[in-house]
């Protein structure tokens, strides 16, 4: 939290693998009020072996203030 000045945000990229665990987190580091919004973003990128049936073809940007 001491990362921010008080009129500070930050935006966090991650997968699906782990956005619920990051987002649980800041909750407890930013406070569930400082949540702003969760943008998915589409991204060309392919990560091999990791999805069996289908591409993943996005991540999120977590937003807090």
């Known amino acids: 939290r001491n990362l921010l000045s008080d009129d500070g945000v930050i935006f966090i990229s991650i997968d699906d693998n782990e956005f619920g665990d990051l987002k649980i ?25 990791q999805e069996t049936h289908m591409n993943v073809s996005h991540d999120y940007i977590l937003c807090y203030f």
Request: hydrophobic share 40%; net charge neutral.
């Open 25 to 49: 987190i800041c909750d407890e580091i930013f406070g569930v009020n400082g949540f702003i919004t969760a943008i998915p973003r589409i991204c060309s990128y392919l990560r091999s072996g």
